[in-house]
């Protein structure tokens, strides 16, 4: 099992700059994708940023430019740095870990976190 814990929600205003983390802990694989997916109310959970335990990035082009996504595999956590909010940001926000075993793809879930654009 994994565990996933975020932090870094909040309420800020339009313009402004957030940093979310999530801390990964449990039986992690060495190869893995760990990423932030957001929900707002009344819409379906999307993906808005992935890295890969290589490092490679993946960005919803609504916040390519603004988020910036990174990782410590030492510490195994992820972190989502968000510049320029947008009322349109505004959604839960949750962490997610996938790795895979004998072919299947084993998906994690972190508790989430509110994170809200507003002035």
């Known amino acids: 099992q994994v565990q996933l814990v975020e932090s870094g929600g909040g309420l800020v205003q339009p313009g402004g700059s957030l940093r979310l983390s999530c801390a990964a802990s449990?039986?992690?694989?060495?190869?893995?994708?760990m990423g932030w997916y957001r929900q707002a109310p009344g819409k379906q959970r999307e993906l808005v940023a992935a890295?890969?335990?290589?490092?490679?990035?993946n960005y919803a082009d609504s916040v390519k430019g603004r988020f910036t996504i990174s990782r410590d595999n030492a510490k195994n956590t992820v972190y989502l740095q968000m510049n320029s909010l947008k009322p349109e940001d505004t959604a839960v926000y949750y962490c997610?870990?996938?790795?895979?075993?004998?072919?299947?793809?084993?998906?994690?879930w972190g508790q989430g976190t509110q994170v809200t654009v507003s002035s």
């Open positions: 997610n870990l996938d790795q895979w075993r004998h072919g299947a793809r084993l998906s994690f």
């Open positions: 449990g039986s992690i694989f060495s190869i893995n994708t």
């Open positions: 890295i890969t335990s290589g490092g490679s990035t």
